[in-house]
Nanobody, 116 residues
Framework: QVQLVESGGGLVQAGGSLRLSCAASGRHFSSYVMGWFRQAPGKGREFVAAINGKGDSTDYADSMKGRFTISRDNAKNTVYLQMNSLKPEDTAVYYC?????????WGQGTQVTVSS
């Protein structure tokens, strides 16, 4: 079982920045593929970004490329999502995900609201 706790969400004006953090439990964090997803009101959950265990390979949804950066600190069992140039359409609950072999674990989510 892997527990994930997100933090860093909040209210920001369009064009602003936020950095989300996700602290994970477990002794083998560096083997987890970590990701961020988001869910806007009335919409399904969508992929945002992912990073491999070593942190040397990342993937992004097209609409986030160039604005969002995922990173991780394996010494701290933490993954980050730096979000720049935020837009009102980025408003959503952001969820941290850990993929451990065939299992998926989710955090409780953190709200990000971008005002125009």
């Amino acid at each position: 079982q892997v527990q994930l706790v997100e933090s860093g969400g909040g209210l920001v004006q369009a064009g602003g920045s936020l950095r989300l953090s996700c602290a994970a439990s477990g002794r083998h964090f560096s083997s987890y593929v970590m990701g961020w997803f988001r869910q806007a009101p009335g919409k399904g959950r969508e992929f945002v970004a992912a990073i491999n265990g070593k942190g040397d390979s990342t993937d992004y949804a097209d609409s986030m490329k160039g604005r969002f950066t995922i990173s991780r600190d394996n010494a701290k069992n933490t993954v980050y999502l730096q979000m720049n140039s935020l837009k009102p359409e980025d408003t959503a609950v952001y969820y941290c995900n850990a993929r451990v072999q065939i299992a998926n674990f989710w955090g409780q989510g953190t709200q990000v609201t971008v005002s125009s």
